[in-house]
C-alpha cells in the first residue's frame, strides 16, 4: 500500500508545528524520552490542554529539539517499544481514561528519523493516565487537581462545547470533504445558489461549521456536518457509534 500521501500530509503538519515560536500546552518537542510513564503523562496532559485551547488535537514530536526546533533525529521506536512484556501501545491504552484513537506516526522528516504523536482533544472530561489527570503549564507537566483554577476552566469547555461542534473526521483534503458530504442538499436546503467551484463550497461550509480547517491544509469535519449530510454515516466514527480507540 502507497502511504506516500498520508506522509506528505504528516511532513506538512510537523513543518506548521515547528513554526510555533516556542512549544504549548498542547504541543511538545523530545529528542529521545521513551519512559512509558512519561509517555502516558504526554498523552494526559495534550488532550487536557487541547481540549482547554480549543485545538482538535495535541502534538509531541521526537527529533525536534526544543527551543531551536532543530530536526535531530531520534532512536524512539513506539511499535517496538515495551512496558515490562506488554507493548506500548497496549499498556498505555489500558492506563487511560477515557480511551483515546492517539496516532503515533514514525516517518522520515528531512533526511531524518522523527516521531509524530497525534493525541484528540478530551472529548468530554479530562483524560486521565493511571488515574491522574494532566496538563500542562508552560513546558511543565502538572497534576490538573494542583490548580483548581484550570480545572474549573476545563469543566467549563466540556460542560460548553455543543457535541455538534467536535470533530467526526480529522484531516480530509477538499475533494474527499466534498465526497463524503451531499452539499448540494445542504445548499438546497438553505436556498443558497451553489457555487461554482471549490473553493466557494468550502468557505461556506466552513461558515457554517460543517468543518473547520487542521491547520496543515486540511479540514476536520464536526459532527454537525457529519450528521446532518453525510452520503453513509458509517464514514465517521464518533457520530455512527463506532469505537474511537486503538487496538
Known amino acids: 500500500m502507497n502511504n506516500q500521501p498520508a506522509n506528505e500530509f504528516l511532513i506538512g503538519l510537523i513543518s506548521e508545528l515547528r513554526k510555533q515560536p516556542t512549544e504549548t500546552p498542547w504541543l511538545e518537542f523530545k529528542h529521545n524520552n521513551a519512559n512509558p510513564e512519561d509517555i502516558g503523562e504526554y498523552i ?4 487536557n490542554m487541547a481540549a482547554l485551547a480549543g485545538k482538535a488535537n495535541g502534538y509531541a514530536v521526537w527529533g525536534i529539539e526544543d527551543g531551536t526546533h532543530q530536526v535531530v533525529d531520534t532512536t524512539f521506536r513506539p511499535a517496538k517499544e515495551k512496558k515490562g512484556n506488554e507493548d506500548l501501545l497496549n499498556w498505555l491504552v489500558r492506563l487511560l ?9 514514525e516517518l522520515e522528516y528531512e533526511g531524518h528519523p522523527v516521531v509524530l504523536l497525534e493525541v484528540p482533544r478530551a472529548p468530554s472530561r479530562p483524560v486521565q493516565f493511571q488515574g491522574i489527570e ?9 497534576k490538573l487537581k494542583d490548580h483548581p483554577q484550570i480545572e474549573k476552566e476545563l469543566w467549563q469547555v466540556f460542560d460548553t462545547t455543543p457535541f455538534e461542534e467536535t ?11 466534498l465526497s463524503l458530504l451531499d452539499y448540494p442538499t445542504y445548499f438546497d436546503l438553505l436556498s ?3 457555487p461554482d467551484n471549490r473553493e466557494g463550497i468550502m468557505t461556506r461550509l466552513e461558515a457554517d461549521r ?11 469535519i464536526t459532527n454537525l456536518g457529519g450528521i446532518l449530510f453525510a452520503k453513509d454515516l458509517d ?3 464518533p457520530v455512527s457509534g463506532m469505537s474511537s480507540t486503538i487496538p
Do not use: C, N
Not at 494526559?44 to 488532550?47: D, K, Q, T, V
Not at 470533530?167 to 470533504?177: K, L, Q, R, S
Not at 460543517?210 to 476536520?220: L, N, R, T, V
Open 97 to 105: 481514561t477515557p480511551r483515546l484513537h492517539f496516532q503515533f506516526h
Open 210 to 220: 460543517m468543518i473547520i480547517p487542521d491547520g496543515a491544509g486540511k479540514w476536520h
Open 192 to 194: 443558497h445558489p451553489l
Open 235 to 237: 464514514s465517521f466514527m
Open 134 to 142: 494532566f496538563i500542562r503549564i508552560g513546558s511543565y507537566r502538572k
Open 167 to 177: 470533530i467526526a473526521m480529522e484531516h480530509v483534503d477538499a475533494p474527499t470533504v
Open 44 to 47: 494526559s496532559a495534550l488532550a
